[in-house]
């Protein structure tokens, strides 16, 4: 059997294929963060409750409206923007002008309280939800055992990343936005409604969220700290590709999702931490991370 | 004014005596429920043992000879640092009298040391590991529901026996999946069989496809999970969608509770087959006693841990009674001497070693398929009752100080 670093290639390919699941969601996290971070300057803490309350949306409407996944896919980021676009209006949007720490704090005040008011109605042991029928069993790649479920994820990620950071860096909105956050008063005066566009903009990362929960919902228990669980690598993803930058963070959650992947092999007892190390190594070499401009 | 000073005194002095005289210390018995009330252990121990442990002073009528009863709980969110400060205070300056379920090792033996050099009496129903009744055994300390040892016995046995030989461990990264992991290839190894490998996974952890994939490899018949909670329930959910059981394999989950199969859902834990100290819906005595439980819970059912605190402190209730003091020792050595028989149905057979082992009978038990199950939370068929001395490490095997050899 042929080798690569002393494993074997075939159990390789199929661990550089799950470290690539696996960066879907650390991508699609990271989108979102780095999306309000980028134009909103806030440190959305509260991100990781809101990809739990995309899976939440999507069993409750499963058990109680028999809402099937691909309407939860369609329903639940909507349902988790408004709320967002909520807290926006009425907390967040009074802390533009402060320090980030106070962003940072109010939402991670709020990400307690929404885990705290899930784990009371649901308890924390967490709830079951199938995988939709149309994307059961999988394929034999030969060299690993790939669910199809998992195939689609990388897919949805993949369209939603790529969907986004154009979106953001070749249309004339994402134009907008960007001038915004640069010089909101200039753009004002252009006559754009600068205030809506934001609240627009944090409803879109929290939605991204919200889609990433549904995705995960099938594969991970569906329980109220499921996103606390994520939320601090995905902000250590952030950090690591350059806070604020879309391409950054799609790219650094793809790569360390494999990185801790082969940890997984090569040293299982690491790939809890691997992805800090890298974080710390960045941060002393390059601290405005792998893809930010300036410091 | 001098006179009345000394009156005073000679009146506090007469007052303190009186209380030393007293069966009960401030007249007043409290057992204070340290458990986890946020964390994830709250579904399997938690509020419901808070409960446990209050139907079971209400059964026993709210008074032991005549002085009154009281429940007292906390959270000590699985640290041990906290549940050892909180039991210092509950001891020290809110005459805490003894303290039920403390899930979690750390936490347990935390609260271990502070009761042992108290002389409080300690009634661990959550925790797992089997230390608690070997180096760490105290004279006022009790290990009630299950243990490593007897989870290993129940499952590795039965799994061997069938023709599971060869198995490979997911284990968590801690003292709890070391110790577990150790009992099970312990079991195995006696048995003929082999292991194959280990992977030790971060605690807690998300994803667990890399680590299934290796055991996949591996080529192992069993893939042993030496994990508890949510990390059972995404490798047993990521198992199945990598079609692992599928393949052939098949997991063995070494500490599977109630509420982590209710978690799972039939469809995906379905076969799979556990060992467990208790299952509400064996018999009449446990439906009746779970039904009142129940109840009060939105209509969940017990874990083994809520059982298992509400027998350990009705247990303690009657030991009190028949000390006719709260003297740590004295009631230790009743609840030693007492049979062990509540309305709950839990402790089968039970009795308390020297160790402080209570040692009752197990159930080896298998997940129904959906078709079977008759209505919510029917999850179980039992395969078989292991008797209690052949579920629990042997007495002449503890390294617990109070042992005579």
Known sequence: MMTLFGIPTAALFGQLLLGLINGAFYAMLSLGLALIFGLLNIINFSHGAQYMMGAFVAWLGLTYLGANYWVALALAPVIVAAFGIVLERTMLSRLYKLDHLYGLLLTFGLALIIEGFFRQLYGISGMPYAVPKELAGGWNLGFMYLPIYRAWVVFASLVLCIGTWLLIEKTKLGAYLRAATENPALVQAFGINVPVMITLTYGFGVALAAFAGVLAAPIYSVNPLMGSNLIIVVFAVVVIGGMGSIMGSIVTGFMLGILEGLTKVVYPEAAGTVIFMVMVIVLLIKPAGLFGKGA | ?405
Not at chain 2, 28 to 37: A, E, F, M, N, P
Not at chain 2, 83 to 112: F, H, M, N, Q
Request: with cysteine; hydrophobic share 40%; charged share 20%.
């Open chain 2, 1 to 405: 004014m001098l006179k009345k000073a000394l009156i005073g005194a000679v009146a506090l002095t007469a007052l303190t005596a009186a209380q030393a005289q007293a069966q009960y210390s401030e007249n007043k018995i409290k057992i204070g429920v340290l458990t986890d009330l946020s964390g994830t252990y709250s579904d399997l121990a938690g509020k419901g043992a808070i409960l446990a442990a209050q139907m079971a002073v209400e059964d026993f009528g709210g008074k032991v000879n005549g002085v009154p009863v009281e429940i007292v709980s906390a959270d000590h969110q699985n640290k041990a640092d906290i549940a050892s400060s909180i039991a210092r205070k509950w001891y020290d300056a809110e005459g805490v009298d003894a303290i039920a379920e403390l899930v979690t090792t750390a936490a347990a033996v935390a609260v271990r040391e502070v009761s042992k050099e108290k002389g409080k009496i300690d009634l661990v129903s959550g925790a797992a590991s089997t230390p608690l009744t070997n180096d760490k055994c105290s004279p006022t300390g009790f290990h009630w529901t299950y243990d490593t040892y007897a989870l290993a016995n129940g499952t590795a046995n039965a799994v061997v026996k069938t023709g599971g030989k060869s198995w490979y461990f997911l284990t968590a990264d801690y003292a709890f999946g070391h110790n577990l992991q150790a009992q099970t290839e312990r079991v195995v190894k006696a048995n003929g069989g082999e292991v194959k490998g280990a992977v030790k996974h971060p605690f807690p952890n998300s994803d667990f496809s890399s680590f299934l994939l290796q055991a996949q490899s591996s080529g192992a018949q069993i893939i042993g999970l030496a994990n508890a909670g949510a990390d059972t329930i995404n490798a047993i959910k990521q198992a199945k969608e990598f079609g692992i059981t599928q393949g052939g394999q098949s997991l063995a989950g070494l500490l599977v509770f109630i509420t982590d199969v209710h978690s799972l859902g039939l469809e995906t834990a379905q076969g799979m087959m556990l060992t467990t100290g208790y299952y509400w819906n064996r018999d009449d005595e446990t439906r009746a006693w779970s039904k009142r439980w129940s109840a009060k819970m939105d209509g969940k059912m017990p874990s083994m841990v809520h059982a298992g605190t509400y027998s350990s402190v009705m247990h303690y209730l009657k030991a009190l009674a028949a000390a006719k003091t709260d003297d740590g020792i004295k009631v230790a050595d009743q609840m030693r001497a007492l049979p062990i028989k509540d309305a709950s149905g839990f402790a089968v057979n039970g009795k308390i070693r020297a160790d402080g082992r209570m040692v009752h009978d197990m159930y080896l038990a298998q997940v129904k398929k959906p078709s079977e199950s008759k209505g919510p939370w029917d999850y179980y068929n039992i395969v078989r009752t292991i008797p209690g001395d052949d579920a629990y490490q042997p007495l002449a095997e503890s390294t617990c100080a109070l042992v005579k050899k």
